[in-house]
Nanobody, 126 residues
């Protein structure tokens, strides 16, 4: 399975970006998918996860109300719309997918995702 992210960029605080994740080798429509982010020298941070078939979407408190995850099952893609960006959102963003049936308490753990993209850099200037 290959996940390829795109859409990272340099943007001013208050601006918006849309990240895309294209998958090959696995149908994402039946998978838990999501996004994590990482700042150099820190652990990967959960951003959002989406269960298949609309069974639940979960956001980190730090992005709730500003970020929105969506899927295009026909194109086997996942998106992350990021609005009202803040300098603290600066990080490398990773698209993830899991082959497991995750329960709610498991979706925020990075080690429950076995497929990761290469990451895309998002930089928010103040």
């Amino acid at each position: 399975v290959q996940l390829v992210e795109s859409g990272g960029d340099l943007v001013q605080a208050g601006g918006s970006l849309r990240l895309s994740c294209a998958a090959s080798g696995r149908t994402l429509s039946t998978s838990v998918v999501g996004w994590f982010r990482q700042v150099a020298g820190k652990e990967r941070e959960f951003v959002v996860a989406s269960k298949a078939n609309g069974f639940g979407t979960y956001y980190a408190d730090s992005v709730k109300g500003r970020f929105t995850i969506s899927r295009d099952n026909a194109k086997n893609m996942v998106f992350l719309q990021m609005n009202s960006l803040k300098p603290e959102d600066t990080a490398v963003y990773y698209c993830v997918a899991s082959s497991l049936r995750l329960i709610t308490s498991e979706v925020r753990r990075a080690d429950n995702y076995d497929y990761w993209g290469q990451g895309t850099q998002v930089t928010v200037s103040s």
